[in-house]
């Protein structure tokens, strides 16, 4: 129902940054709210942060601080800028859009932070 494509991933040194996109394509009216969840090498998905289609924001308190969410409505299209960077934060990046009936996920993009 909504078709997800993320863009921005890639190497990052310790205490740089990245931003990532996910634009939203099909049916958006439905969409509830979306967010971005990783999953480390070796460990399971978990959640980052969201933002509704009110823009009621969460994070999780690993990047409170660091991460910022943030949409464009007239771009359909979710954002979530990283800042100082860790190793941990190394993972497989999603976006996820949430609707009554269903969830949608992107392919994913990985985000690497090492010397």
């Known amino acids: 129902q909504v078709q997800l494509v993320e863009s921005g991933g890639g190497l990052v040194q310790p205490g740089g940054s990245l931003r990532l996109s996910c634009a939203a394509s099909?049916?958006?009216?439905?969409?509830?709210?979306m967010g971005w969840y990783r999953q480390p090498p070796g460990k399971q998905r978990e959640f980052v942060a969201d933002?509704?289609?009110?823009?009621?924001?969460m994070y999780d308190d690993r990047v409170k601080g660091r991460f910022t969410i943030s949409k464009d409505n007239a771009k359909n299209t979710v954002y979530l800028q990283m800042n100082s960077l860790k190793p941990e934060d190394t993972a497989v990046y999603y976006c996820?859009?949430?609707?009554?009936?269903?969830?949608?996920w992107g392919q994913g993009t990985q985000v690497t932070v090492s010397s």
């Open positions: 099909g049916s958006i009216f439905n969409i509830n709210d």
């Open positions: 933002i509704t289609s009110g823009g009621t924001i």
């Open positions: 996820n859009a949430r609707t009554v009936s269903r969830d949608d």
